[in-house]
């Protein structure tokens, strides 16, 4: 079975300082990982997949497969990027694990 | 439609009642997710339609739930009886096919309160 794990559920940041939101998963095969963002009063929305290797609003995301991790990070956080950001592990059966996901805040 | 469309936005029933929660994904997707939110959790998945393929309900957690899809598109989420734990946001997502290269589109969801 597998699993996904976001050991951060708060993180807070100063505007302008590097900013990671950690994900970590278990699964036996090969996964496709994805990081969604959900922004106040707005719905879930995909963010970045690790398949397309983007940028996405400034943020990337490195599959790990030793370290079997999937982080987000970006070098200098906007007070825009503060909402709840959730790691997800999709399989070849199609449907998505999430993790419980982070809660990030980025102060002024 | 352009978005996934779910309906009612907000539905509050009283124990022991049953509810329907309905969405309607992009046109042209084959694959449709029903997921639940409940507060300060993450994303608990329910079930998922492939095109004509029969459903994985795995994630349904009591035999009071089920879900149809019908002529390939919209599908109905049915709670019955409903208790207060059954409480949370319901969402639903699809893709254009089940392939796992493909990212959710949501749409914004049912919050369902069981009073």
């Known amino acids: 079975a597998q699993r996904v794990t976001q050991p951060e559920k708060l993180l807070s940041v100063f505007k302008g300082a590097p900013v990671e939101l950690k994900c970590n998963y278990s699964y036996s095969g090969s996964p496709e990982l994805f990081w969604y963002v959900q922004y106040s009063r707005q719905r879930l929305q995909l963010l970045l997949r690790h398949i397309s290797r983007e940028s996405i609003k400034g943020f990337t995301a490195d599959l790990n497969k030793g370290e079997t991790s999937f982080h987000l990070k970006k070098p200098f956080a906007q007070e825009e990027d503060s909402a709840m950001y959730y790691c997800a592990l999709k399989t070849n059966a199609g449907k998505s694990t999430f993790g419980d996901g982070t809660t990030l805040t980025v102060k002024p | 439609g352009a978005g996934v469309s779910q309906s009612p936005s907000n539905k509050v029933t009283e124990k022991g009642k049953d509810v329907e929660l309905r969405c309607d994904p992009i046109s042209g997707h084959t694959a449709l997710y029903w997921y639940r939110q409940s507060l300060g959790q993450g994303l608990e998945f329910l079930i998922y339609?492939?095109?004509?393929?029969?459903?994985?309900k795995s994630g349904l957690p009591s035999d009071r739930f089920s879900a149809e899809r019908t002529g390939g598109s919209v599908s109905t989420l049915t709670i019955q009886r409903t208790q207060q734990e059954d409480s949370a946001v319901y969402l639903c997502?699809?893709?254009?096919?089940?392939?796992?290269?493909?990212?959710?589109?949501f749409g914004s969801g049912t919050r369902l309160t069981v009073v």
């Open positions: 339609f492939q095109g004509n393929s029969a459903p994985d």
């Open positions: 997502a699809s893709t254009p096919t089940g392939g796992s290269s493909y990212g959710y589109t």
